[in-house]
């Protein structure tokens, strides 16, 4: 199998008018943003007694804390369960609540709720459990909870169903609160699981339970998960990460602003820079090891933990890099193996960690636009994640292969699954049968959006200033991307380490001279040689580099220029 060829789609024809400003026409691509620009911080968010249960859990809460109750916190290993579980934990450490964490070790537990867990718990001497991102699918865990043990669910997963699509039970927990639940009369179903536990944090203010003001001063954490789990940036998230960001680059957490400093990343925080700095490196921990050191970094308030820390999880970030670097590799020599009209990509290897093969799906995804599943083949228990695309739920690819598997779930983009490695080759039969039949494109492209073309005249400090007022960007709101058109090749240059990154000076259409950046494209130079004609896909972007700011262009796809382009 080929990687999938490129094509550029302009969003509007009006984002071509370059009689406009660049800001007019990267708003006339994306007519819903502007609205979304004008609302955003004009309100605090949605009523969080709109969700289901929220009285529910609202009371229990308030008992479990006039009894004076062990209040166990049990979250998920990634970002989101992370830092919706140290954001409970702060909230509830200001009224000195007895509290507990819990973090389940990926590779010994994995996802969700399981029986040991809660016994240990009900040992411990915790009478209420209340989750963050995760419990929707564990009916029968919390069926069959230790005696007298009381659970709030708060989650953002997308309820079980069966094969043909008819509901499961929902676990009969003493509140569920899931916007996604059928039942919700909350206005935004895009929270994160840390953007739900927001939501009970702010219940348990309007209630008098915590003081006011806790969830504001918590909303760094909240921004943190919701940009990591790829929620869109849109609606109430981007109220959360908006103000979330200011919060983290005034110091709102000792933990993530030792992380930024050891990720070298200058403030004020983007959600570039979670998304692509501070995220992984929390992730990390829980991928490769356990999620223990992310969650105390989270909550330390000590200045030299917090240092200590910081710099664990950058080390276990560079291990994570190099297992990934390595099973790419491999990877991409089975998908070459496979057949072009291949509708769906299934791959797997016992040499893989299972704390990788989501990154290797998604990787895979992006270069082959197809759905991607990767299983770390272990012989007691294969792990697999799934990644799709914009309009494929994978949850209803999986369940092409639900036949063999021991349980699965996730979102609309992004799933997890589990199954005897013996069955893997039927497993990956079933779905790339499924997948045909439902009639997924065998010849798909990879798809750039110009939200306008861009003038070389146009690169200056104003420019991205102007741009800046679109922020946050991320899933839902993605980074503009433009086209630079008409261009000469005036020189390359590689420089990195290792060499492995291209500088491209060309001359634009409109008489300027502009630098691309082209990051991990050195091999791309022997294709332009100085005076080719080139069309480039670009961002534009602002460098800070020891306290100096200067417009920077990421390239991000080049091809010989077309005249009419």
Known sequence: M?????????????CRNTELTLLERVLSARPELEQEVRSTGAEDGNDPFLLPDMEKAVSLIRNALNENDLIAIYGDYDTDGVTASALLVRAFRSVDARIVPYIPDRQTEGYGLNAPALEDLAARG??????????????????NR?????????????????????????????????????????????LAGVGVALKLVEACERAGILPHGCAQKE????????????????????IIVQRGLARLTAGGNLGMYALAAVSRIDLPLRAQDVAFGLGPRINAAGRLETAHAALELCLTDDPDTASRLARELDSVNALRKERLATALRSAEDMVAALPDDCPVIVVGSADWHMGIVGLVAGRLMERYARPTFAVALDPQEAKGSGRSLPGIPILDLLKGGDAHLAKYGGHAAAAGFSLDAASFPAFRDALISHAAAQGL?????????????LLGKEVALDTVSHLESLEPFGFGNPLPQFALLDCQVRRTRTFGQERSHLGITVATGDGAHVELIAFNKADIQHHLPEGRSVDCCVTLERNSWNGNDSPQLLLKDIQPHRTGS
């Open 146 to 190: 230790p005696k007298g043990m009381r659970i709030i669910i708060t989650d953002h997963h997308l309820p079980p169903s069966d094969h043909d699509g008819t509901p499961q039970a929902l676990p009969p927990a003493d509140a569920l609160i899931n916007p996604k639940l059928a039942h919700s009369s909350y206005p935004f179903d895009g």
């Open 126 to 143: 915790a009478r209420l459990v209340i989750t963050v991102d995760c419990g929707t699918t564990s009916t029968e865990i919390v069926a």
């Open 441 to 453: 494109p065998s010849d798909p492209s990879r798809t750039f959006a110009i939200d306008g073309i």
């Open 219 to 238: 909303i760094g954490l909240a921004a943190l998960g919701t940009i990591a789990d790829i929620m869109p940036l849109t609606g109430e998230n981007r």
């Open 2 to 14: 080929k990687p999938a060829p490129r094509r550029w789609e302009y969003r509007s024809q009006s």
